[in-house]
């Protein structure tokens, strides 16, 4: 199609094609999660399970500041694991559901820093809502939020928080669904880890490694089960109307 022109024309116009190709792929390729609308939830079903995982000792962080407070070491809270194997701070969710119930809570989350640790070490939180973060320490803390994405981080924001009993609130940090790391730059063994979601079937597992999804519309899902050392898992599950899905999983 190109035989009546000059080459240098020719070049031109294939240069500006390729130029239209990589232009539009990031487009195509971005995706939206999809829309979710609550309401009420008629013949619903209910997923419930327990998340295991093999014995194994919980680490432990070296203090590197503020001894005095903080002690000399602290537990990195990364395998909490009972007795029967239960797994605590495990992330039980629903993948791409679009309605069913509205959130049974609009309290805003709060993560404190006490005792140099981050308390909830694992939370869910409602996308849009607004984070508060405390400081119950004598001491200087900051709050660090990182959007992940495997091992790529995204500033989010960093909030400092000088003098106990200060608490900050912000939207900002809450605006987009996705896996957020907290971190305290003043204390680098400090960690916490927040999924935020756009719907309410997403759940922490508790320190007998149960967990509950309620009041949920029959159909065909896929679960996926989060914990911030083991790794994720994604599995099918099918809800029935007024029935119980149960799905156990070992790490």
Aim: charged residues 25%; aromatic residues 6%.
């Amino acid at each position: 199609m190109y035989r009546n022109l000059s080459p240098r024309i020719t070049r031109s116009i294939l240069t500006a094609l390729v130029a239209l190709c990589f232009c539009a792929a990031p487009a195509s390729a971005a995706k939206k999660a999809p829309k979710y609308t609550a309401g009420a939830v008629t013949n619903g079903g209910s997923i419930k399970g327990t998340i295991k995982a093999s014995p194994k000792q919980d680490e432990t962080v070296k203090v590197s500041k503020d001894n005095s407070h903080c002690g000399d070491s602290l537990p990195a809270e990364k395998y909490i694991i009972g007795g029967d194997g239960g797994l605590k701070n495990t992330v039980v969710k629903i993948e791409g559901i679009t309605e069913g119930k509205d959130f049974a809570s609009k309290d805003d989350p709060v993560i404190t820093n006490k005792d140099c640790k981050f308390a909830p070490h694992v939370t869910v939180a409602r996308k849009g809502a607004l984070m508060k973060v405390r400081n119950d320490d004598p001491l200087l803390h900051n709050s660090h939020f990182y959007l992940t994405d495997g091992k790529k981080k995204k500033n989010v924001i960093n909030l400092a928080l000088p003098k106990k009993g200060l608490e900050i609130s912000k939207k900002k940090i809450l605006r987009k669904g996705g896996l957020l790391s907290l971190q305290c730059d003043a204390h680098d063994f400090m960690q916490a880890w927040v999924w935020v979601v756009n719907h309410p079937y997403a759940v922490v597992t508790g320190s007998d490694g149960g967990f509950e999804l309620s009041d949920v519309p029959a159909g065909s899902y896929k679960l996926t089960i989060w914990h911030e050392a083991l790794g994720e898992k994604t599995v099918d599950v099918t809800v029935e109307a007024g029935k119980t899905a149960t799905v156990d999983h070992t790490f």
